[in-house]
């Protein structure tokens, strides 16, 4: 059962890993555009140094699920470290 744990967390945030991909590479377009839709308002509230911030951390845990942590306090620090980097 853990390593269905596992297996579920580590695709949750390999998704994660893709939406934030995607909104960094977003960002780096509208910043270089003239043209802010709102549809991109999260994007654009963001900066870029914000974002690889984000997907390092994100990276840090897929980098580490598979080694005998505690899940919940690798996720606790996952988002006391989110805050940290969001303010």
């Known amino acids: 059962q853990d390593k269905l744990i596992k297996d ?3 695709k949750v945030f390999k998704e994660i890993l893709v939406i934030y991909k995607s909104y960094f590479y977003a960002k780096i377009d509208i910043e270089s555009s003239d043209v802010i839709n709102s549809d ?3 994007i654009a509230n ?3 140094k914000s974002l690889e911030k ?3 951390l ?3 845990v ?3 699920i ?3 942590l505690n899940l919940e306090l690798m996720l606790d620090k996952f988002v006391i470290e989110m805050g940290e980097i969001n303010g």
Do not use: Q
């Open 54 to 56: 984000e997907i390092g």
């Open 8 to 10: 579920n967390i580590e």
């Open 66 to 68: 598979n080694y005998n």
């Open 58 to 60: 994100i990276t840090k």
């Open 40 to 42: 991109f308002a999260f």
């Open 46 to 48: 963001n900066s870029v």
């Open 62 to 64: 897929l980098n580490n």
